[in-house]
Nanobody
Framework: QVQLVESGGGLVQPGGSLRLSCAAS????????INWFRQAPGKEREFVAG????????YYADSVKGRFTISRDSAKNTVYLQMNSLKPEDTAVYYC?????WGQGTQVTVSA
């Protein structure tokens, strides 16, 4: 059993930055690929970024390449999503996922 808790969301102006965190408890991430997804109102949930815990390979959706960076901290069993140059279309609830486990989500709103 894995519990995932996201944090770091909020309201930011276009062009601004946020860093999301996904902290795991109950089990370490060591055997997982950790993914960030997002879901905007009226839209399907979509993949944003992922990191293979063992080895560190990273993957990004085309829409966030060059703006978002996913990273991990083994000591804290935490995955981060650094989001720069935010756009209004990045507004969504952001979720982390490990295997079949999902967090509760954190709201990101990009608005002037």
């Amino acid at each position: 059993q894995v519990q995932l808790v996201e944090s770091g969301g909020g309201l930011v102006q276009p062009g601004g930055s946020l860093r999301l965190s996904c902290a795991a408890s109950g089990r370490t991430f060591s055997t997982y690929t950790i993914n960030w997804f997002r879901q905007a109102p009226g839209k399907e949930r979509e993949f944003v970024a992922g990191v293979v815990w063992a080895g560190g390979s990273r993957y990004y959706a085309d829409s966030v390449k060059g703006r978002f960076t996913i990273s991990r901290d083994s000591a804290k069993n935490t995955v981060y999503l650094q989001m720069n140059s935010l756009k209004p279309e990045d507004t969504a609830v952001y979720y982390c996922k490990a295997s079949t486990y999902w967090g509760q989500g954190t709201q990101v709103t990009v608005s002037a």
